[in-house]
């Protein structure tokens, strides 16, 4: 189990950008995959975006993709999204996830998650 802290999430203006981080305690960090999902009220919880282990591969969501950007510092055990061109319809829980193996979208198989950081953006 990798235990993960979120931190960045906030309220923000359509069109605004946030950068939200995802702080890992393991020292193998370098071996997890880590992918970002977010559920909003009411709804089911969705992939937004993923990376592999070596940060070469990265993978988004439709709704997401030109607007997302993931990417890690294994170095500093910490994953970020950066999100910009913001809209109301992305406020949302977000939750990062680790798991020991390639990429995935399939939040099932992700076996550790973080308490998630709440991102509210205001049309």
């Known amino acids: 189990q990798v235990q993960l802290v979120e931190s960045g999430g906030g309220l923000v203006q359509a069109g605004g950008s946030l950068r939200l981080s995802c702080a890992a305690s393991?020292?193998?960090?370098?071996?997890?995959?880590i992918g970002w999902f977010r559920q909003a009220p009411g709804k089911e919880r969705e992939f937004v975006a993923a990376?592999?282990?070596?940060?070469?591969?990265?993978d988004y969501a439709d709704s997401v993709r030109g607007r997302f950007t993931i990417s890690r510092d294994n170095a500093k055990n910490t994953v970020y999204l950066q999100m910009n061109s913001l809209k109301p319809e992305d406020t949302a829980v977000y939750y990062c996830?680790?798991?020991?193996?390639?990429?995935?979208?399939?939040?099932?198989?992700?076996?550790?998650w973080g308490q998630g950081t709440q991102v509210t953006v205001s049309s």
């Open positions: 996830a680790a798991r020991s193996g390639p990429l995935t979208t399939m939040g099932s198989a992700f076996g550790s």
């Open positions: 393991t020292r193998t960090f370098n071996s997890y995959a």
């Open positions: 990376i592999s282990w070596s940060g070469y591969t990265t």
